[in-house]
Nanobody
Framework: IQLVESGGGMLQPGGSLKLSCAAS????????MTWVRQAPGKGPEWVST????????YYADSVKGRFTISRDNAKNTLYLQMDDLKPEDTARYYC???????????????WGEGTQVTVPS
């Protein structure tokens, strides 16, 4: 099982970035998928989750209205479109998979290595 994030970078406040997470080694379409971020010196923060086909999405209040989670099950890829980025969005972003198929228990067993997003103040 492998999750590989990409698309991070450094950009000015107000900018946009789209992260990707390529999944392999499991039936991607059977699992809720989640983005989690971790800022320097802080614990992990849940960002967003999508159900198995992308029809239901959930967001932390801190990103609601600015970030959009989506997935392409044909490509086994999860996305996070980030708009109107703020310095407080600076963090390493990880995609994570639930332990069990068709469940939303925030029981993240598999994580990628993450991709860094930096928004200078």
């Amino acid at each position: 099982i492998q999750l590989v994030e990409s698309g991070g970078g450094m950009l000015q406040p107000g900018g946009s970035l789209k992260l990707s997470c390529a999944a392999s080694g499991f039936t991607f379409s059977n699992y809720y998928m989640t983005w989690v971020r971790q800022a320097p010196g802080k614990g992990p923060e849940w960002v967003s989750t999508t159900n198995t086909y992308g029809g239901s999405t959930y967001y932390a209040d801190s990103v609601k209205g600015r970030f959009t989670i989506s997935r392409d099950n044909a490509k086994n890829t999860l996305y996070l479109q980030m708009d109107d980025l703020k310095p407080e969005d600076t963090a390493r972003y990880y995609c994570a998979r639930e332990h069990s198929p068709f469940s939303y228990l925030s029981d993240y067993v598999y994580w990628g290595e993450g991709t860094q997003v930096t928004v200078p103040s």
